[in-house]
């Protein structure tokens, strides 16, 4: 039986979101380095977030600011910027995060880790993150990426469930809390 501990989920999600990000919105995410209060993070942002449940369940978080959230949505609506609204890359963001979700999903069913994707969900605004609460007996993984001036951020909160599935659906997979972040 395959253990969660092993995995390398930094990659998995790495992987997930450079692939989605190119193929998707045809914007190349570099690997950087994940300062948790970076001056990039500072501003107006978007964050997607979307669960799984099931043998693992969890919460995958993309955090954008909101050019590179509008440049998104221009690439994939095909609209000139200044028509880009605030709905409009939340829809974007949304269908990212599910196509990053299905991508990480995928890769944990390969490996005998079977699991459900929620709806995804989106908010924007400033100084804000999203925690994980009770997650402390599971895995959890940060990552940075760089694109032009724009930092891009992934957070994986993964933990195993003996309940297969129902159990994580019936408490949620996995709750998140907007709280207010650093100033």
Same mark, same amino acid.
């Given at each position: 039986m395959p253990n969660l501990n092993d995995l390398p989920l930094a990659q998995i999600a790495t992987d997930a979101i450079q692939k989605v990000f190119s193929t998707m919105v045809s914007i190349e995410l570099e690997k950087t380095e994940y300062v948790p209060d970076a001056v990039g993070w500072a501003g107006r942002r978007f964050a997607g977030s979307i669960g799984l449940g099931g043998r693992v369940s969890g919460l995958i978080c993309v955090y954008l600011p909101e050019d590179l959230a509008r440049q998104a949505a221009v690439a994939m609506l095909g609209m000139p910027p200044e028509d880009a609204s605030p709905e409009d890359m939340s829809d974007i963001l949304s269908e990212l995060c599910n196509m990053i979700g299905g991508t990480i999903k995928s890769r944990l069913s390969d490996e005998g880790f079977s699991c459900e994707l929620s709806l995804p969900s989106v908010m924007h605004g400033r100084n804000f993150r999203i925690e994980t609460p009770g997650f402390s007996s599971g895995r959890a993984i940060e990552a940075a990426f760089r694109h032009d001036v724009h930092l891009v951020r992934? /957070? @994986?909160a993964l933990r195993e469930d003996a #309940?297969? #599935?129902?159990? !994580?659906?019936? @408490?949620g997979g996995a709750s998140a /809390? !907007?709280?207010p972040g650093p100033p």
């Amino acid at each position: 039986m395959p253990n969660l501990n092993d995995l390398p989920l930094a990659q998995i999600a790495t992987d997930a979101i450079q692939k989605v990000f190119s193929t998707m919105v045809s914007i190349e995410l570099e690997k950087t380095e994940y300062v948790p209060d970076a001056v990039g993070w500072a501003g107006r942002r978007f964050a997607g977030s979307i669960g799984l449940g099931g043998r693992v369940s969890g919460l995958i978080c993309v955090y954008l600011p909101e050019d590179l959230a509008r440049q998104a949505a221009v690439a994939m609506l095909g609209m000139p910027p200044e028509d880009a609204s605030p709905e409009d890359m939340s829809d974007i963001l949304s269908e990212l995060c599910n196509m990053i979700g299905g991508t990480i999903k995928s890769r944990l069913s390969d490996e005998g880790f079977s699991c459900e994707l929620s709806l995804p969900s989106v908010m924007h605004g400033r100084n804000f993150r999203i925690e994980t609460p009770g997650f402390s007996s599971g895995r959890a993984i940060e990552a940075a990426f760089r694109h032009d001036v724009h930092l891009v951020r992934i /957070s @994986l909160a993964l933990r195993e469930d003996a #309940g297969e #599935g129902r159990r !994580a659906w019936r @408490l949620g997979g996995a709750s998140a /809390s !907007a709280k207010p972040g650093p100033p």
